[in-house]
Each structure stands twice: as C-alpha cells, then as structure tokens.
C-alpha cells in the first residue's frame, strides 16, 4: 500500500492491484468509511477488518489463536509508524542519528518470530500438590512456574532465540511504585569500568563499593576462545562463509545467561544497598556511544565492549523505580583525568574542551595521585566522585561543572578507609556474594 498510494492504476503491478482489491473489497463491508491515507500505512483497526473481511489464510491460520495474529499486527502497525517518527526527527536533526532511519525489513518466510500470546489464551493453573504452570494454546505443552506466582498473568511472550523458544511470562504483582521524593539529598556516584564493573561513592559517610568486574570478563574470554575454536573447525579446508550449528547457539546461549545473571544479581545488591541506607538518588556516569567510539587496544576494546552497561543501567532504573529512588545518568567525560581532592574544574565535552587542565595523574594501574595533596587514591572512585559531585542540580550546563554541591559529605565518605569489594560468588548451585575490605581487593 505504502508504493500504490503514490502509482496511478495504469502503474500498478499484478501484486498491488490484488492488495487494492482486497482493500475495496473490505471497505464494502465496513460499517465506517474509511479510505487509505497518502502514506499509505494502514491503522491497526484498518488492517484488522482487511484481514477479516477477506478471509486472509495467514491471519485465520489453522492451530494460530486469533489473539496472536491481532498482537502481530499491532506490532507492524507500530514499527512502520515508529519508522515514519524517526525519519521526521532525522530530517530535523540529523546528527542525532549514526544514519538515516531504515524502512523494516521483511521476515523470512522460513523464519520465527516473536509472538504473544494474551491471558485470554494462557492460563495459571495449579495441581494438588500446589505448583503452578502456565497452559499455552493449541498445545499440550505446559511451562512449570514452581510453588508461586508473583501475581496475575498478563501475557507471555514467545520468542526465538539460538535454536530454542524462549518463553517469558509478563505478571502485574499489584504492587504500587513508592513515590520519589521531590529532594536528592542522599546519593551515591556510580562509574562503571571492566576490571572494577561498578565503582560506588555517597554522600552519606557509608562505605564506597566495588563490584568485582573479572567474572565477566572471564566468562566473555572462555566464550571468545570456544566461538573462535567452531568457526576454526567449521570452515578449516574451505572457504565458505561460516554457518551457525547447534554447538555455537549452545555455548551463546550459555554466556548470555552467565552474564545476565551476573548484572542481575549485581543490580540486585546495589538496589538492596541503596534501600537499606535511604538512597535517594543513583548518579550513573555515562558517555554518549563511549562503546562505538572506543579507541583501545585490541584485548581492552574486546573486554571492554563485550560487557553490557547498557543493560546493568536499565536494570537499576527498573529496580530503582519501584522502590521510589531517582535514577539518573550523568556525561562522564574528563572524570576520570581530573582530580576530586583539588575540585578541578571540569569542562563539557565538545564545549570548552581548551579549559581542561587538571591536576593529577594516574600513576599505576588503579591508581590516580593528585599533585597538590600528593595523595593516591582509588582512580575508580576518583572518578565515581567526580560524576556525583557533578550533579549541581540535575545535569550540567554548558558552562562547565561546579563541585560545590554535596562536595564535603562525599569528600568524608570519600577519604574513609572503610570501602568494600564486592564480588558474586558460587558454591554449588547457590550464588552469594562476599565482601571485603577494597584494600585487600585484587
């Protein structure tokens, strides 16, 4: 529709002059008028009663819940008019975006695709003996849920991913979101890195955290060194492209597990932490494609990039919001080169970059010395500091960055000795995690 809108009838193909029928055809039977907008790009009510009054064998699908194939179509509907925003804010602004907005694709016809299926179709039940499972349509599979549910069954959501269907269950615990407040008077600073995965400072004179970064790190450098093993194997003696076997979706599917329970779990601690001692605001650093525009050496970049911060910050902005704490992200750059003890001044990066001059240096590895107090510190914290007392009020302006707000209660915790490594460990099945003093930290 989106190329016959714009075609006279003596231009169209076979293929849209039989989708043009099928629309005239619907319209017959519609009990509002409605006509095809220049566009081209159909409503979901529209397309819904074109699919329904033509009998369309895809969408009436034997074995397809109906539920099902109107949640797909809502889906098209929305990507084609998020497409159609994108190009409108690119047109205005252009250098927002790495390129111009592409038009989605279409799927493979022996493909998979994500789906969801409605409450309406999948149900909760629970056996005598008190588990529960989830029955799903036109099928005797069942998902085993274990002893409880969280709360009432949304919908759930089938999708494909290396070589198995992943089912997620979407529930509404009924539990209502602590509301904020309105001051950010207790806060922490967190920076995120590789080896240190998250470097935490308050203003409340608590301990500073680390997070232990070299599990990660480990479990990427394992899956590197298999991944690179089965393409070695698989193309050894040829020289076809690489296909992916059943063997690399199992051991991907393995590290994305690995590493999603390690940023949960971490979330988890941070989030715990933070309501024990009344945080109420998380300053998270953060740089603008700092992983694209990544310039390190080999080994570092692969470290580096193949650890999702991405995903660890949307998890403690979920996990912040429903215990009422405000989660914000702060530009991170020159944070770690200036100097927290000497309040150096902190330029906006590609303002006035020509005012950056500082008044430390990071002499070994871990390690920042500032000049004036000839004292050595924690670089991680060094710049966990910086993005905290940062925050003048929200973010900063282009005039640069002032230290004068909550400057001396993070400086207290700051210059504490009592500061803790955190690490996620396993024994058996079980995870925990230990802490110690991040002096005794590796």
Not at 220 to 232: D, G, H
Not at 431 to 439: D, E, I, K, L, Y
């Amino acid at each position: 529709m989106m190329t016959s809108s714009k075609k006279t009838i003596h231009e169209l193909t076979d293929n849209e002059l039989e989708v043009m029928s099928e629309v005239e055809n619907a319209k017959q039977w519609m009990t509002r008028p409605r006509e095809v907008p220049p566009s081209g790009v159909m409503s979901y009510t529209f397309l819904n009663d074109v699919m329904r009054f033509n009998c369309n064998p895809d969408y009436y699908a034997e074995g397809f819940p109906i539920h099902c194939a109107q949640n797909i179509l809502k889906q098209v509907t929305q990507d084609l008019n998020s497409f159609f925003k994108a190009v409108k804010k690119w047109n205005v602004a252009p250098w927002k975006f790495n390129g111009k907005p592409k038009l989605p694709e279409y799927k493979h016809k022996q493909g998979a695709t994500t789906f969801v299926s409605s409450n309406q179709e999948c149900r909760i039940h629970q056996t005598k003996r008190g588990n529960y499972y989830c029955s799903l349509p036109k099928t005797k599979e069942i998902v085993h849920l274990g002893k409880s549910v969280p709360g009432k069954l949304i919908e759930v959501h089938i999708r494909p991913m290396n070589g198995i269907y992943q089912i997620s269950c979407v529930f509404d615990d009924e539990v209502e979101t602590v509301q904020p407040s309105k001051k950010h008077e207790r806060m922490i600073g967190v920076d995120p890195g590789v080896n240190n995965l998250l470097a935490v400072v308050n203003n409340c004179g608590l301990p500073n955290l680390l997070f232990n970064g070299r599990p990660l790190k480990s479990i990427n450098q394992l899956y590197n060194k298999q991944i690179a093993n089965i393409v070695s194997e698989n193309t050894k003696g040829t020289t076809d492209k690489f296909k992916v076997t059943p063997h690399y979706q199992r051991v991907t599917m393995k590290r994305n597990n690995c590493v999603k329970d390690y940023i949960l779990k971490t979330a988890k601690i941070l989030i715990h932490w933070c309501v024990e001692n009344r945080i109420d605001t998380i300053v998270l650093g953060k740089n603008t494609d700092f992983k694209k525009e990544s310039n390190m050496k080999d080994t570092g970049n692969q470290n580096f990039v193949q650890i999702p911060h991405a995903t660890l910050y949307k998890t403690i902005a979920y996990m912040g919001e429903r215990y009422g704490i405000h989660v914000m992200e702060q530009e991170e750059s020159y944070t770690s080169q200036a100097s927290f003890l000497s309040k150096d001044y902190i330029p906006a990066y590609g303002v006035d970059d020509y005012k950056a001059h500082f008044s430390g240096i990071r002499t070994y590895r871990g390690l920042y010395k500032d000049k004036i107090s000839k004292r050595c510190i924690n670089a991680d914290f060094n710049g966990a500091a910086n993005i905290s007392g940062s925050l003048h009020i929200i973010s900063r302006t282009s005039s640069g960055i002032s230290h004068s707000f909550t400057y001396c209660s993070i400086a207290n915790s700051f210059l504490s000795s009592r500061s803790f490594f955190i690490s996620l460990i396993w024994s058996g099945s079980s995870p925990a995690a230990s802490a110690r003093p991040a002096s005794a930290a590796p």
